[in-house]
């Protein structure tokens, strides 16, 4: 597609479930960017990927969250064990390479976690 | 710290006026600044950005004005339309940096 695809729109998970979200990037875009957005507050880094590499996952704010992008392009979010704070919406980002601004943003997935 | 925030949390202007929306930044390293639109359950639309060798900078509609001294950056939206009405966030990175600061937004209102 022509922008940064996102699946599901949405996701309701019971407290304690894995859950997976799913960011497919501009095709050709090297880095891909994962944010999170709480209601009313601007989209805070989770974490980064230059092709497969992850280099920066300084953001991720638990050992719960993991991030992945096997082939360089498709990447998957996966929260496990899920707690209410993890309500939130999930944004995914890429860009031509790191110095070429700016990034695209996907629509994000919208997580609740009853 | 870091960090990036704006003076007004919401504004309303009149459709066809000019609105500008304010947004103050600490990092003094900061080198590259961006200016985004969000629309209710959508992701943020690039609309300008600009780096720090420069002052100002034009779009369609749009400038970005960048005051180094007093970290100040500033969208100014010429002749607003209702389909204008969002949420716009600024953003900063240092030379290099992986990600974007994003402050909290302001919420712009159209008024017909």
């Known amino acids: 597609g022509a922008g940064v695809s996102q699946s599901p729109r949405y996701k309701v998970a019971k407290r304690g479930q894995d859950v997976a979200l799913r960011c497919d990037p501009i095709s050709g875009h090297v880095s891909l960017f994962w944010y999170q957005q709480a209601l009313g507050q601007g989209p805070e880094f989770l974490t980064y990927?230059?092709?497969?590499?992850?280099?920066?996952k300084s953001g991720l704010p638990s050992d719960r969250f993991f991030a992945e992008r096997p082939e360089g392009s498709v990447s998957t979010l996966k929260i496990q064990r899920t707690q209410q704070e993890d309500s939130a919406v999930y944004l995914c980002a890429s860009s031509l390479t790191i110095s070429e601004q700016p990034q695209h943003f996907g629509d994000g997935t919208r997580l609740s976690i009853l | 710290g870091e960090s990036v925030g704006l003076h007004l949390p919401t504004l309303s202007v009149q459709e066809g006026d000019n609105s500008i929306i304010n947004c103050a930044y600490s990092?003094?390293?900061?080198?590259?600044f961006i200016w985004y639109k969000q629309e209710s359950g959508k992701g943020p639309q690039f609309i300008i950005d600009?780096?720090?060798?420069?002052d100002k900078r034009q779009g369609q509609r749009v400038t970005v004005l960048l005051n180094k001294t007093v970290k100040h950056l500033s969208l100014q939206i010429a002749a607003t339309q209702p389909g204008d009405s969002a949420v716009y966030f600024c953003a900063e990175n240092k030379q290099g940096a992986n990600n974007l600061f994003f402050g909290t937004g302001t919420r712009l209102t159209v008024i017909p």
């Open positions: 600009i780096r720090s060798n420069m």
């Open positions: 990927f230059q092709n497969e590499a992850q280099l920066d």
């Open positions: 990092n003094s390293a900061s080198d590259y």
